[in-house]
């Protein structure tokens, strides 16, 4: 992906701003040197992990216990470029907590690609479900041919280890899966991503290798759609082909391919407020996390604005989850190490209108509120 200004913390103000995680050092620390300075307190909200970079958060509430399930990143030396090859994440790590704002575990490695037989590379942005007792690990890699699908690992632990199927999801592609379970229990995938996601090579739902590498490159024509499917009972495949996710604008058109500001570029994310489906997702390369809402999971979605402006780094990735009778927006940026590739998750609090438009908010704390604060 390009390159925006980056600038992040020097190494004193990293070490300050271990909010709540094991106190260990990040993974590269040379890097931090590179950054720019930005005071810890300009941001809104701390890294929850500072021994490893992760980004991607999927947030989940069991047992009134919070999981995360992160992206791993690491600093490979694949040199960056439009399409995310400096993502080179090997495996995952489950993260927990008690409360947020409490002390955050890090549990060990849940999934290797080395153990996902059709797997090869990029463990890209995962999600995770719980059925009858079972945890399932949904996860995007690049297959031998270098395809993004999707494929799923269980486990009796939220924490794993995880053991994958053997072959990805049958009809998968793509990337960023996110599962959501409606009240009466089915359960539903939204993925895709466009430009590395490869979303613009799947448009049949067969890999064009020799496909786009951004965009259909049609600015009047409607933006690709995510996509949804709804899941079988064991939760492990799809019951019907893929569906293009409808996002419409306030006159109920589709939002065009041109419209960088608010079509839908990668991370999908749905909840459910007040019985309306809020679907939510990355523009990519406009930086806003975006949402839209309807009234069945499977859409149409009317627009409704922005969740958070832009992070520092090119890319950030959500969750939105209740616990404890308030709303949590779980992203990522990259505060600790300046660099795309290197980021780490973060928590803070969303807020409703009475209307139930989402409050938009700013990842770094305005002057003025410092100011109010320090009087
Ligand atoms: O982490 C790799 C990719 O970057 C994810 O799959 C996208 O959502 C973006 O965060």
């Known amino acids: 992906m390009p390159s925006r200004r980056l600038s992040a913390l020097p190494l004193a103000m990293v070490l300050l701003a271990t909010a709540c995680g094991p106190n260990a050092q990040p ?90 037989p059709w797997a090869e590379k990029q463990m890209w942005a995962p999600d995770a479900a719980r059925k009858n007792g079972t945890y399932y690990l949904y996860f995007p890699a690049k297959d031998k041919e270098g395809a993004f699908r999707v494929g799923v690992a269980t486990s009796k632990n939220p924490m794993g ?51 786009s590498k951004t965009d259909l490159g049609q600015d009047d024509k409607p933006a690709i759609a995510p996509r949804v499917a709804k899941m079988t009972g064991d939760m492990l495949e799809f019951t019907e082909t893929p569906r293009a996710v409808q996002i419409l604008d306030e006159k109920g058109k589709p939002i065009l391919g041109g419209d960088h500001d608010r079509r839908f570029f990668e991370a999908s994310w749905m909840h459910k407020y007040k019985g309306k489906y809020y679907f939510s997702y990355s523009t990519g390369d406009t930086h806003y996390l975006a949402y839209a809402i309807g ?25 939105i989850v209740e616990w404890n009778g308030r709303w949590w927006l779980f992203y990522a940026d990259s505060q600790l190490s300046g660099q795309t590739r290197l980021r780490n998750v973060k928590v803070t609090e969303l807020r409703y209108n009475p209307d139930g438009t989402i409050q938009t908010m700013n990842p770094f704390v305005a002057q003025s509120a410092k100011d109010g604060a320090a009087r």
């Open 161 to 211: 280890p995880f053991t994958a199927q053997p072959q990805p999801i049958k009809g998968s592609y793509s990337i960023d899966p996110s599962v959501f379970t409606d009240d009466d229990g089915a359960s539903y995938m939204y993925f895709g991503g466009i430009w590395g996601g490869q979303l613009q090579r799947n448009i049949d739902g067969k890999y064009d290798a020799n496909g």
């Open 27 to 116: 993974e590269n620390q040379a890097q931090q040197t590179k950054a720019d300075k930005r005071a810890a307190s300009e941001y809104l909200s701390q890294p929850l992990v500072t021994d490893m970079y992760t980004a991607d958060p999927s947030a989940h509430v069991w047992d009134g216990k919070i999981y995360v399930y992160p992206s791993h990143d690491i600093d490979g030396p694949t040199p960056e470029d439009d399409l995310g090859a400096h993502f080179e994440m090997r495996d995952y790590h489950v993260l927990s907590m008690d409360k947020i704002g409490g002390p955050v575990t890090v549990g060990p490695v849940a999934l290797d690609v080395k153990d996902v």
């Open 295 to 319: 009234n069945s999971p499977y859409g149409p979605f009317t627009y409704k604005g922005r969740i958070l402006e832009p992070v520092e780094g090119w890319t950030t990735h959500h969750s």
